[in-house]
């Protein structure tokens, strides 16, 4: 779509050329031409007729010889006159008798025809008769091709002057254009209101020209309104600065082109001198009659002090998310302090009872078999005489460990006081409890004593006793009663072995090595 400053400067170009072209008509400037062309070679053509008439009376004989006075004479008139290509001199019955370039190529006149600019016939008479004739022919005086014209001295005038004339007419008018424009002279009434709005505001037109920038936009930018009024935003390179990176193209622009509001882009303002300002820009296209768009209302809101408040609350947030984590790290410490023996860092006995009632609970409500397991270090007390409280310390984590990874998954170990342990196998029969005890008493029998690091060939033995959930046991402190005291008869019968309690007797199953 044409601007109306170029529309004015094709109009006006038109005008001066169509006057120039009348100018010539009426003036007779610039000068025909063909005229000119005709008169100067009327004169070349009689002063080449005078030169061949004197060679024919000096040298009548040697013609029609190639090197005759008049073939010579012929090709100096071609030398001397450029636009000249072919001269022939014939005879009184048409006979050739010189000739100079290809003349029939470039002859047209017929015979009693007058010349033209292009073709010149001079006739020779000799006593008062016709003797014959010179005749040439001239390059064209007016182009004949397009390419020519494009050449023509005249055309390629009056295009430098069209030219010239629409690239200054428009500029001047571009510019003259700003004031005159219709659509900038926007009411006092309407800047005072836009004035009175906190947001930004510009009004621009179609090609994005600023129309009206309101006083909140020029305090946001340090300008002044009149100083903006005119200027086109695509040129106002701290806007498109402030502009997102992935802005494919302006939101005035974009709201223009597709009809539609571009909402909610988001601008970074940094000026010299002025403190960085966070914005939101809205543009919508301003239309008029059927869809009509003619222009666009962009607007501006500060956000900077909100964009501030939310990094100090993403700030404070980020805090308290890691005290928060600080804090539940901190539990979990004291969790596995009030959960775990500090020694063994397995389950200590107020735990151990938690987990016990919890599985035996369990256990009763789904008529599932609950074993438990109580098993005591042997001669400790000589351990401790002999290798001192840390070398029995040692040999408490080594049984802890052994403890621990004979058991199957589910299954867990306390420290029960001491040199004593307890075992909870949920789900686990008393043959279950008798065959995981003994696999830990051979485990124990055969690498405990390597527990005194500093100590070497020393032997660590451990007692068991088993006991199973049944009618007569209530509860888990039952439970685990019942298997101390069959710990108590291994410990009465020579130690290192595995006893299970029933409520008939108590079973003793003899260690398979026994050291």
């Known amino acids: 779509m044409l601007t109306p400053a170029v529309r004015i400067a094709l109009g006006l170009v038109s005008l001066m050329v169509t006057l120039v072209l009348i100018g010539e008509v009426f003036t007779g400037y610039p000068p025909d031409r063909e005229a000119s062309a005709r008169r100067h070679r009327g004169q070349v053509a009689r002063i080449v007729g005078g030169e061949v008439v004197v060679a024919l009376r000096t040298g009548v004989a040697d013609l029609p010889a190639p090197d005759s006075t008049v073939q010579r004479v012929l090709k100096d008139a071609q030398l001397r006159e450029p636009k000249l290509l072919s001269v022939r001199v014939i005879g009184a019955s048409g006979q050739p008798l010189a000739q100079v370039g290809e003349h029939a190529r470039g002859w047209r006149l017929e015979p009693g025809e007058l010349s033209n600019a292009d073709n010149i016939r001079v006739p020779l008479i000799s006593n008062g008769n016709a003797w014959g004739e010179v005749q040439l022919v001239f390059e064209p005086a007016l182009p004949t091709t397009l390419r020519g014209w494009l050449h023509d001295p005249l055309a390629q005038w009056l295009v430098f002057i069209a030219g010239v004339g629409f690239v200054a007419f428009a500029l001047y008018l571009r510019r003259v254009l700003r004031h005159l424009d219709p659509n900038a002279a926007v009411p006092e009434r309407v800047r005072n209101a836009f004035d009175t709005l906190t947001e930004g505001v510009l009004v621009l037109d179609l090609t994005g020209r600023i129309m009206l920038a309101n006083q909140a936009f020029c305090e946001l930018c340090n300008e002044n309104a009149q ?60 239309t008029e009659g059927a869809n009509q768009v003619r ?98 310390d040692q040999v408490i984590q080594g049984a802890a460990k052994a403890l621990s990874r004979g058991l199957r998954l589910g299954d867990f170990v306390g420290r029960y006081g001491g040199e004593e342990f307890c075992i909870i196998l949920p789900g686990g029969t008393a043959a279950q409890a008798v065959e995981i005890a003994e696999r830990l008493r051979e485990d124990i029998d055969a690498n405990l004593g390597s527990a005194l690091r500093d100590h070497v060939g020393v032997k660590v033995t451990m007692s068991f006793g088993v006991a199973e959930i049944g009618p007569h046991v209530p509860d888990p402190a039952t439970l685990i009663d019942l298997a101390d005291q069959a710990l108590y008869h291994s410990k009465k019968n020579g130690r290192n072995r595995v006893t299970t309690w029933s409520p008939t007797a108590v079973v003793s199953a003899e260690p398979i090595a026994n050291g």
């Open 227 to 286: 100083a903006l009024t005119g200027v086109d935003a695509n040129k106002l390179t701290w806007m498109l600065a402030a502009l997102p990176p992935d802005a494919q193209a302006p939101p005035w622009r974009q709201a223009v082109q597709q009809k539609k509001a571009v909402l909610g882009v988001p601008l970074t303002l940094e000026l010299e001198g002025l403190p960085r300002r966070e914005l939101v820009m809205n543009c919508a296209p301003i």
């Open 295 to 392: 222009g666009c209302l962009a607007t501006f809101s500060d956000v900077t002090e909100l964009h501030e408040r939310t990094e100090r609350l993403q700030v404070a947030m980020g805090e308290l998310s890691a005290s928060q984590r600080e804090i539940e790290r901190k539990n979990e410490e004291l969790t596995l302090l009030a959960t775990r023996d500090a020694l063994t860092g397995i389950f200590n006995r107020r735990s151990l009872m938690q987990q016990a009632e919890q599985r035996f609970a369990e256990a009763g409500a789904a008529a599932t078999p609950i074993s438990c397991i109580m098993c005591d270090i042997d001669h400790f007390k000589q351990v401790n005489d002999k290798f001192g409280h840390a070398g029995g």
